[in-house]
């Protein structure tokens, strides 16, 4: 198996609905553009991407959300040193189709008294169950590892709670650990890297907002 020295996970950039919450009612969350600061965003990222990986290859994973695309687009990534697959489990949490702005705020608010693990949207889904998909993906992930010319970095273009899914899955963090972290930034990157031990280390947490409160000796 060849365990990437690299696994470097991307919000996309600020977005049209990260700027007006009511443009849900009237496009498609999956279609909505990024912004021109967050094409700034993804350009600025893009610079930090190319510094870090250089000339070696990159597995690249993309949520097939516009605004993701754009990010990944932004990167200005060499496409001779990529390899691009469009993966639809690193898409965004559902939270319904044409989204009522006040009805969406009313959830939000049910969302943060029950949980934000928990909580499933009315039309839509909740943390847990992002987290199962984002789970079924990072098995694809390891599989993909046995290829004996994986490259040596991977990177996922994907949505905030994503990545905060991703890293509780992948360092056996409790719901309560979860809960108690905010969402990156737009355009913001964290990344697991290999260590000499073959263990993999967060290069710097996700704010918190709270101290944990788990249930039991898990937390």
Not at 2 to 28: A, F, K, Q
Not at 74 to 96: K, S, T
Not at 113 to 129: I, L, N, V
Request: charged share 30%.
């Amino acid at each position: 198996m060849v365990r990437p020295r690299r696994i470097v996970l991307v919000r996309h950039g600020e977005s049209t609905g990260n700027l007006d919450d009511s443009v849900y009612e009237r496009e498609p969350d999956h279609a909505l553009a990024l912004t021109a600061p967050g094409w700034q965003q993804a350009e600025e990222a893009g610079k930090r991407l190319r510094e870090l990986f250089g000339r070696e290859q990159v597995s690249v994973y993309v949520s097939p959300y516009r605004r993701t695309h754009e990010t990944l687009r932004g990167f200005h990534l060499d496409p001779e040193l990529i390899r691009v697959r469009e993966e639809p489990r690193l898409r965004e949490q559902d939270w319904g189709n044409w989204q009522d702005r006040e009805d969406v705020r009313l959830q939000k608010a049910y969302r943060d008294a029950y949980g934000h693990f928990f909580y499933r949207f009315a039309q839509g889904e909740s943390g847990a169950d992002v987290y199962d998909r984002v789970g079924n993906f990072l098995e694809s992930l390891f599989r993909s590892f046995e290829a004996p010319d994986h490259p040596p970095n991977v990177l996922l273009v994907t949505h905030g709670l994503a990545m905060r899914l991703f890293c509780m899955r992948w360092f056996h963090w409790t719901v309560a650990e979860f809960e108690s972290l905010s969402n990156p930034g737009n355009g913001e990157i964290r990344m697991l890297v290999l260590d000499a031990d073959d263990k993999y280390r967060l290069d710097r947490p996700f704010d918190r907002w709270r101290d944990p409160e788990p249930y039991g000796i898990t937390g």
